[in-house]
């Protein structure tokens, strides 16, 4: 699907359908030219709510307000009230609040967002005939808008959703073809599509080499050999060095610590934190953003099987410290250990770490919610606030030296569990800041994404499934403190 911009007079931009949004449920507006019947059909204009004029060829959808997120989530509404019509164009005015460039991404944004759709393993696949969307520069606020600024506006929106689609496509993937080695691949193939990106991926035995034994405890009962993928997006004059880290648990049945047959339905999103940082690089390298970018994935299967790492072992990661096993199913950490300290060997200017790691977060901050954690609290409210413009949901959990006393072992330097059943997000966090050095320690973030990554129902402009959670709340960080910042503030 195309999205286009037109100088031209909203009437004589030729299109099957024109989509307007109703604000804030008023229906005085000039653009609402169907209230009579509007009122007939019982439509109120709220969020989430559309009504097709076939007389006057008009979609109205009910929009809460000129914010950024309540456009996206309409535009994606619009898609889906119309996406099994024979309409092939869309004509819609632009939205514009204080910055005009924010509210036309964000249209663009929510019609490809809206668009994404998962049928690898379908038989029948339905065609849509929507092949355009023109986004005509008559605003409904008569806020000026110039031409260049609208088709800048267009090209980051449909960018950034385009990168988060790339990271659903594989979450959705399921686990027996999206092994390690297929992610891997998958990683050389980015690589080999972007300017300025290469890709490094690495076997079991460089992993031995190094010292990674957490991270090949884990892999032990895995048919599928583990892999260290280490992709790097390198511009000229790059502005600053961040280090992304990614938990790439292509399936997790909780090794001898089992889950239960109902939990384990869905493990194939276990590999959302490493889908999210290949998936910023990509959004940053087709950006043309300043920052020299690295996405780092320990990919591999948490599995069961007579060589399988037990409850009870003791494990040594690669900056030396000890592990003391005392449930398997809290494998992702052990990961992400070793590749936090692989990534510190690069000297990040910023460290941020992504994974799909307790269930404790979905309980604190529920499905929809990515939990912030780390020792900077600008840090972390910088990531809030971009989070909140990209219209993804965020929320701070603090780190306190009382919840990271339960994490001591009796025989080695540490639990891999706490022996407390509360503040599991967090001290799964705290677990992680052993392997982080102290000149990092005010560098470094942990998003626990196990909330929004994966969700088996549809909400707001997300399908059934993955979300692409942390894709664009970073890339909206990156783009804000760049150059091009005046397109989102």
């Known amino acids: 699907m195309m999205i286009e911009i037109s100088n031209k007079k909203l009437e004589k931009v030729v299109a099957d359908i024109h989509v307007v949004l109703v604000i804030n449920k008023d229906f005085t507006h000039s653009s609402v030219v169907d209230k009579e019947f509007l009122e007939f059909c019982g439509f109120k204009g709220?969020?989430?709510e559309?009504?097709?004029v076939q007389s006057s060829n008009t979609l109205y959808v009910g929009c809460d307000s000129l914010e950024a997120d309540d456009i996206r989530l309409a535009c994606a509404q619009a898609y889906e009230a119309l996406k099994k019509t024979k309409a092939k164009i869309l004509k819609i005015r632009t939205y514009s609040s204080?910055?005009?460039?924010?509210?036309?991404k964000a249209i663009a944004e929510g019609f490809t967002l809206g668009a994404y759709e998962f049928n690898a393993y379908k038989s029948k696949n339905e065609e849509k005939s929507l092949e355009r969307v023109v986004i005509v520069l008559e605003d409904y606020s008569r806020v000026d808008v110039s031409i260049q600024t609208a088709q800048k506006a267009v090209d980051v929106g449909v960018k950034i959703a385009d990168a988060t689609n790339y990271a659903k496509d594989i979450v959705n993937a399921m686990p027996n073809e999206m092994t390690p080695e297929a992610l891997a691949q998958k990683a050389e193939e980015l690589a080999s599509s972007l300017q300025n990106v290469t890709c490094k991926v690495f076997g079991e035995e460089f992993l031995k080499e190094q010292g990674m034994n957490a991270f090949l405890a884990v892999s032990r009962a895995s048919v599928h050999s583990p892999k260290l993928i280490h992709l790097i997006y390198k511009p000229e004059n790059a502005q600053k060095r961040i280090v992304y880290v990614g938990k790439g648990l292509t399936y997790d049945s909780g090794g001898l610590s089992l889950k239960p047959s109902e939990h384990m339905v869905t493990m194939k999103a276990d590999k959302s934190g490493a889908s999210a940082v290949m998936a910023i690089l990509k959004g940053a390298s087709e950006l043309k953003l300043p920052y020299e970018i690295h996405a780092i994935?320990?990919?591999t299967e948490n599995m069961i099987g007579g060589n399988a790492y037990k409850p009870d072992d003791v494990l040594i990661a690669k900056n030396g410290k000890t592990i003391e096993v005392r449930n398997t199913d809290a494998?992702?950490?052990?990961?992400l250990a070793d590749c936090l300290c692989y990534a510190q060997e690069f000297k990040p200017d910023e460290l941020i770490?992504?994974?799909t790691l307790t269930g404790a977060c979905v309980v604190a901050?529920?499905?929809f919610t990515t939990g912030v954690m780390g020792h900077n609290e600008a840090f972390k409210q910088n990531m809030v606030s971009s989070a909140a413009k990209s219209g993804e949901l965020s929320a701070i959990l603090p780190f306190n030296k009382y919840l990271k006393k339960l994490l001591k072992s009796s025989v080695a330097d540490m639990s891999?569990?706490?022996?407390?059943?509360?503040?599991?997000?967090?001290?799964a966090g705290l677990f992680l800041d052993n392997f982080i050095e102290d000149e990092y320690k005010q560098k470094w973030i942990h998003l626990d994404i196990a909330g929004p990554a994966y969700i088996e129902k549809a909400w707001g402009y997300n399908q059934f499934g993955a979300s692409g959670a942390g894709v664009r709340m970073n890339l909206y960080r990156m783009i804000d403190e760049s150059k091009d910042k005046k397109i989102l503030n």
């Open 46 to 48: 709220e969020s989430e």
């Open 50 to 52: 559309s009504l097709l």
């Open 98 to 104: 204080d910055c005009p460039g924010v509210n036309i």
């Open 297 to 299: 994935v320990g990919a």
């Open 331 to 335: 494998e992702g950490r052990l990961v």
């Open 353 to 355: 770490d992504m994974a």
């Open 365 to 367: 901050l529920g499905e």
């Open 416 to 427: 891999n569990i706490s022996s407390s059943r509360y503040g599991g997000a967090i001290t």
